[in-house]
């Protein structure tokens, strides 16, 4: 029943935004256009090397590009006032929690499918084929935990006066840790190229962020987004 | 516990101590034999600030889980007067922190573990106090920042462990207070201010929770009165 | 007849303002409690609150033998409500939206009640169009499919008359006719008339307190001076 009700909810948001592009057509020309706005920023002298804050100008984006894409669907939920039609079901509110999450860590992954390339070509000298896998590995781990707490506090937030003003403020500090592990990943792939023992510890470091909000939020989904 | 011991004798206390905390740390305790020599003094007030600052979050944590059991306002304005405290000793730890930083290294400021971590508890909790302001309603607003800040103090060691031991430029500079061991002179006068600080901040937890238990009732009275 | 519903001594709080100030009724099982009062009066926080959107402050409210606070899962699978949100997501089409909600509510043999409930409510031929190009009384008679979807026992109706054409009233109350047995019924109205022509039961609530609880039946003329005397606005007759 339970995983009945989470392909539901995947469903619904994953058509619906098929359907209207809005968000991820919105999300993907801000990510692009943010590279192009990090080089004019950034290459004041001549010939400076930027390989070195690589890893950080692709977070960066990434995470900006959340704040909107988060800010949006909770947006349409709470417009609608679909969120009452969704919390009359009988379904745990976890289920929620996780469908939602997931279908914002499918958001992330298609505008990065688009995103990386294109960064990879503008900004990385080096070949990272060798290391494409532990590259993916730290994407994955670091777009959940980015979509797992921003799931959570992007529910507190659509609540309140403030609104997408709310959010990054509540989001940025806590989401210091995981930019500080996938950058220093990242840009150890792009500049350097590491295999996993070099990056193992940043790995591992993202997988206990991970669990521990995971848990965190299962326990405090409830209150977040009752009445 | 807290009924035993009346407020103003508390404060007496926790003066006796920090004076004495001071008298010792700089007359009985050696000067540190390390480079920094005599700046090493603000150690004996800039540590048990720092300690102080994290017991106020750690009651806060527990305040929201007991706000989140029983929806109990009295647990709500424990943890408002907890964050708010944690918040001014967290100011002061900073400000502590770049006045032994330019005494003892020449600079205002270094991207260091403790300080940045510092730094972003700052922001953590000021965004506490921003999530409670955008909401109106008073039982919402007491779960959301319940909520809030059960994660932001699981955040808080995350965070400290990420700047710590996840190098952020590929060669990290580590710098490290004085040694380990402490002579048991030093520890004395040590412990003594951190007994000190803590009866602080109890003191100020009782004498701030009445005041804002006094503006509570009031706001009520205000209220029926009004209509 | 068991007791459908049951509340005793609700009330609840938005902040300072006490908006429900200890209400106590109850409901048995087939009968339809009509429920009048002025805007503001409380009318549609205790409909919420027994739909478990809102949390009561004080007070038990039982809703088909379970305690909305303390069990509030069975409680949403007997219920359906229908407001005046539609609560459908304007860019799914209406099988879409009815596919979700089977889905969240465990329906069985989804497509077969799907078809059958588009049908009744002559909404076929436009199943596959998005929820956006509906009319607002089309999306109406969707929110209704919607309700009983998952055959509630208990339907609970937040004005459910207001805005609709003279077709979808039509509808609606012969959809109420047909599975009018075997089904308990709250419903807020302004709405004078199908307040007393279908109610068993009748109360008006004022300030968050019932000002007046009757069994039907009563003559229509003297319940619409009741009516005048604690609702300001003006009635719907």
Request: hydrophobic share 50%; proline share 3%.
């Amino acid at each position: 029943m339970g995983l009945r009700q989470f392909m539901a909810i995947l469903r619904k948001d994953l058509i619906r935004e098929l359907r209207t592009r809005e968000m991820l057509i919105s999300m993907i020309l801000f990510v692009l256009l943010a590279m192009v706005i990090f080089h004019y920023a950034f290459t004041v002298k001549e010939g400076a090397e930027l390989t070195y804050f690589t890893g950080g100008m692709l977070w960066v984006t990434f995470i900006f590009a959340m704040l909107l894409g988060l800010n949006r669907s909770f947006a349409q939920e709470k417009d609608e006032r679909c969120l009452d039609g969704l919390l009359l079901c009988p379904v745990d509110r976890v289920i929620i929690f996780l469908a939602k999450t997931a279908g914002n860590l499918i958001f992330l992954l298609i505008i990065q499918v688009v995103a990386v390339p294109v960064f990879t070509l503008f900004f990385v000298e080096r070949s990272y084929v060798g290391d494409l896998l532990p590259f993916l590995v730290v994407l994955l781990l670091a777009d959940v935990g980015i979509c797992a707490l921003g799931t959570l506090l992007a529910t507190i937030s659509m609540n309140t006066r403030s609104r997408d003003l709310l959010l990054p403020i509540i989001f940025l500090p806590l989401i210091v840790p995981v930019l500080i592990a996938a950058t220093g990943a990242t840009t150890l792939i792009f500049a350097e190229g590491a295999g996993f023992g070099g990056l193992l510890a940043r790995v591992l470091f993202l997988l206990g962020f991970d669990a521990v909000f995971i848990v965190a939020a299962y326990g405090t989904y409830d209150f977040a987004i009752g009445e | 516990m807290k009924q035993l011991v009346s407020a103003p004798a508390l404060f007496v206390g926790a003066g006796i101590c920090l004076i004495a905390g001071l008298l010792l740390a700089f007359l009985y305790a050696p000067v540190d034999a390390s480079s920094m020599g005599f700046s090493q003094k603000i150690f004996f007030y800039h540590v048990p600030i720092a300690e102080t600052a994290l017991v106020a979050f750690g009651i806060a944590f527990v305040a929201a889980i007991g706000y989140l059991r029983t929806q109990n306002p009295k647990w709500d304005r424990l943890g408002l007067v907890c964050v708010r405290l944690g918040l001014l000793f967290s100011l002061l730890v900073m400000v502590t922190g770049m006045i032994w930083g330019k005494a003892a290294w020449g600079v205002w400021w270094a991207w260091e573990p403790r300080l940045t971590t510092f730094l972003l508890v700052c922001f953590l909790y000021i965004a506490y106090l921003v999530l409670r302001s955008a909401v109106e309603e008073e039982q919402r607003r007491a779960t959301y920042a319940a909520v809030f800040a059960i994660i932001a103090f699981i955040d808080v060691p995350i965070t400290f462990f990420a700047t710590r031991f996840l190098p952020e430029g590929l060669h990290p500079v580590v710098i490290t207070a004085g040694g380990t061991g402490m002579e048991s002179s030093m520890l004395i006068s040590f412990l003594v201010s951190m007994l000190g600080m803590t009866l602080l901040l109890v003191a100020l937890i009782r004498r701030d929770l009445a005041v804002e238990e006094l503006q509570d009732r009031v706001a009520d009275l205000k209220h029926t009165i009004g209509g | 007849m068991p007791l459908e519903i049951e509340v005793e001594g609700l009330r609840k709080t938005f902040g300072r303002r006490e908006v429900l100030k200890g209400l106590s009724f109850s409901l048995e099982r087939g009968g339809f409690l009509s429920i009048f009062g002025p805007n503001g009066a409380g009318k549609t926080t205790t409909l919420r609150v027994l739909a478990t959107l809102l949390s009561a402050g004080a007070g038990t409210v039982r809703v088909a033998g379970h305690d909305v606070r303390d069990d509030p899962m069975p409680v949403r699978r007997t219920i359906g409500f229908i407001s005046h949100n539609p609560m459908l997501y304007l860019d799914l089409t209406a099988q879409e939206n009815l596919r979700f909600y089977a889905d969240m509510y465990g329906v069985d043999a989804r497509e077969a009640r799907i078809t059958e409930l588009l049908e009744r409510l002559e909404l076929s031929h436009r199943r596959h169009d998005v929820v956006r190009t509906y009319s607002k009384g089309m999306r109406q008679r969707l929110a209704i499919a919607r309700a009983i979807l998952h055959r509630p026992r208990v339907l609970l109706l937040d004005e459910p008359h207001s805005g609709l054409d003279p077709r979808a009233v039509d509808i609606l109350d012969g959809l109420l006719t047909e599975i009018r047995d075997e089904h308990t019924f709250v419903m807020v109205t302004h709405n004078i008339a199908k307040g007393l022509e279908w109610g068993t039961r009748l109360m008006i609530v004022e300030n968050g307190r019932i000002a007046y609880e009757h069994a039907a039946g009563v003559d229509p003329e003297s319940f619409g001076a009741v009516y005048r005397e604690h609702v300001q606005e003006g009635a719907v007759l």
